[in-house]
T-cell receptor, first 115, second 110 residues
Framework: EPEVTQTPSHQVTQMGQEVILRCVPISNHLYFYWYRQILGQKVEFLVSFYNNEISEKSEIFDDQFSVERPDGSNFTLKIRSTKLEDSAMYFC?????????????FGEGSRLTVL | GENVEQHPSTLSVQEGDSAVIKCTYSDSASNYFPWYKQELGKRPQLIIDIRSNVGEKKDQRIAVTLNKTAKHFSLHITETQPEDSAVYFCAASTTGKLIFGQGTTLQVKP
């Protein structure tokens, strides 16, 4: 069964460093998302991406965050200058589209620890 | 902004009993309501979903009900088993993004 894959599974970084989290969505999916989950808390929406542009973003997704689809398969989340509060599990997700319903498939997550 | 409230935050039941988790949403335009199960350290996995044109949906021991007028929806698990123990999240969607509830930690005691 196809699945969303994410790398790295765990990254430890120093505060102020740049981090890139990578995702490979399911191949025929058209809508891509990043969510984060601080330990013990709910899953929070960061950004949605469709047709090579951001379609929606949350208040969390400030100027320190960016997303990119550099080629036909990868979808990346970059945090330019990490803060302690960026420590969380980051989930990539994708869905096939169209319309605004339909199952969202999550990757296994990338745990980011900022020291 | 959009908000989803979920109750209870923790729920402990005996094996074989039923469990009910309730959610309310704020955006009346929401039209898709999935439920996810998340085991410790794992990704959220869809267990059941319902669209706004349906009032109830069942899949074996799991059912979801939706009351659009009251803007609330519920997850019902019957004949609970220890392997049902996990965190359950409800979510609501208007534009395709999911807004999640705070989660319910379900413990099923053998």
């Amino acid at each position: 069964e196809p699945e969303v894959t994410q790398t790295p599974s765990h990254q430890v970084t120093q505060m102020g460093q740049e981090v890139i989290l990578r995702c490979v969505p399911i191949s025929n999916h058209l809508y891509f998302y990043w969510y984060r989950q601080i330990l013990g808390q709910k899953v929070e929406f960061l950004v949605s991406f469709y047709n090579n542009e951001i379609s929606e973003k949350s208040e969390i997704f400030d100027d320190q965050f960016s997303v990119e689809r550099p080629d036909g398969s990868n979808f990346t989340l970059k945090i330019r200058s990490t803060k302690l509060e960026d420590s969380a599990m980051y989930f990539c997700a994708s869905r096939v589209g169209s319309g605004n319903t339909g199952e969202l498939f999550f990757g296994e997550g990338s745990r980011l620890t900022v020291l | 902004g959009e908000n989803v409230e979920q109750h209870p935050s923790t729920l402990s039941v005996q094996e074989g009993d039923s469990a009910v988790i309730k959610c309310t949403y704020s955006d009346s335009a929401s039209n898709y309501f999935p439920w996810y199960k998340q085991e410790l350290g794992k990704r959220p996995q869809l267990i059941i979903d319902i669209r706004s044109n349906v009032g109830e949906k069942k899949d074996q021991r799991i059912a979801v009900t939706l009351n659009k007028t009251a803007k609330h929806f519920s997850l019902h698990i019957t004949e609970t088993q220890p392997e049902d123990s996990a965190v359950y999240f409800c979510a609501a969607s208007t534009t395709g993004k999911l807004i999640f509830g705070q989660g319910t930690t379900l413990q099923v005691k053998p």
